[in-house]
């Protein structure tokens, strides 16, 4: 089994090297029009770290524990060369849908399609899917609720989006027993949609729960969240079931460490939620991570200095994520991170 063990450089290092961005999208997605994240470099390449800002500093050390494996130790040896990817529809009104899709280059053949968004109903949810389906009448298609609806509207929602029939449904609800339930009470009524977790892995301080408490059919497994690569390949190998791999909208830095865990995975049956560059208009390489025909090549991803300085976050907004990256390297320090032998730590 690979170490999900990463020497921690000093923390000068990464401050040193650190490049904040903001990347505008096509559409609003998580309620911003603009992603902002950092990247910084280390002898192997470039890593990134991007946690939401609604995020605490205990669950971001995670995200920066996963960038410093890329830029410090690198990707695990590959078993493909590359790897399928779903386009992905955010909570747009149906209408909309045909713009989003435009923007994957090629064949599309897996649509993962948000539902169960605030403010929004199951009629908008159906319409979405609908629209998805006129539009790709041959696609495997998905849907993510992000925890949004109850036991009793999962069961019911998902009823009423079966006839689009969908390969599975992620995250429904927000626990593990509901998912548990859920999954139960669709059977019963002899429905078979396929149940997924993703935040009941990458937010919980158990990943494997979900495993043990036969909650889902398959697990949703992101590189950031879960604290690298090696890390994530440890888990799916512990919860012995199939595992999409996705992003967190990164940058093209991100993508790659998605990538690299997908083709390390030694079966990967479902496309992955790796194409969010799509949903964005700038990236910090001139050659982006970008989906042709539904799949994504294992390659590295030079980093272009005019596109970090086109895009570069400046001022207080700037001087608040490298606070926030010298707070969550402290929660790393106090961690299961190795330190790096006769590396200095300190602030420096």
């Known amino acids: 089994m690979l170490s999900s063990v990463t020497p921690i450089p000093p923390l000068s290092d990464l401050l040193d090297t650190a490049r904040v961005v903001s990347l505008p999208m096509r559409v609003r997605f998580r309620g911003v029009t603009a992603r902002e994240t950092v990247v910084f470099h280390g002898p192997a ?8 800002t609604e995020y605490e500093d205990a669950e971001a050390a995670s995200w920066l524990r996963a960038g410093i494996e890329v830029a410090w130790t690198g990707f695990p040896d590959p078993v493909r060369t590359r790897v399928p990817v779903n386009a992905t529809v955010p909570a747009v009104p149906a209408e909309r849908v045909p713009e989003v899709l435009a923007g994957y280059g090629g064949a599309v053949h897996a649509v993962k399609i948000k539902v169960a968004e605030r403010g929004q109903s199951l009629a908008d949810d159906v319409a979405r899917v609908a629209a998805v389906r006129a539009a790709l009448p041959d696609a495997q298609l998905r849907v993510d609720a992000n925890m949004g609806w109850s ?3 999962a069961v019911c929602a998902l009823t009423t989006l079966s006839e689009f029939e969908l390969a599975y449904a992620e995250q429904p609800v927000a626990t593990v027993p509901g998912l548990a339930n859920v999954r139960r009470r669709l ?7 396929l149940i997924a977790a993703d935040e009941s892995v990458r937010k919980a301080q158990d990943p494997l729960a979900v495993a043990r408490a036969d909650a889902a059919d398959l697990i949703v497994v992101k590189v950031a969240p879960l604290g690298g690569v090696r890390r994530a390949l440890e888990i799916v190998a512990q919860a012995g079931l199939p595992a999409v791999v ?9 993508i790659r460490a998605g990538v690299a865990l997908a083709a390390a995975l030694p079966e990967l ?4 939620g790796l194409g969010t560059l799509s949903l964005m208009t700038a990236d910090v390489t001139a050659e982006p991570l970008r989906p042709v025909d539904g799949y994504l090549p294992v390659r590295d991803v030079a980093v272009s200095e005019d596109l970090l300085t086109e895009h ?3 001022g207080p907004r700037r ?17 299961d991170v190795e330190t790096a032998e006769g590396a200095d730590t300190t602030h420096g």
Do not use: M, Q
């Open 45 to 52: 390449g470039w890593g990134e770290f991007g946690p939401f």
């Open 151 to 153: 036991e009793d509207d």
């Open 187 to 193: 059977r019963d009524a002899g429905n078979k949609l």
């Open 246 to 254: 996705s992003s967190a909208i990164d940058s093209s830095v991100g």
């Open 269 to 272: 049956p479902y496309a992955c």
């Open 312 to 314: 570069a976050v400046t």
């Open 319 to 335: 001087d608040w994520w490298l606070e926030r990256i010298s707070r969550t390297y402290e929660v790393l320090r106090g961690g």
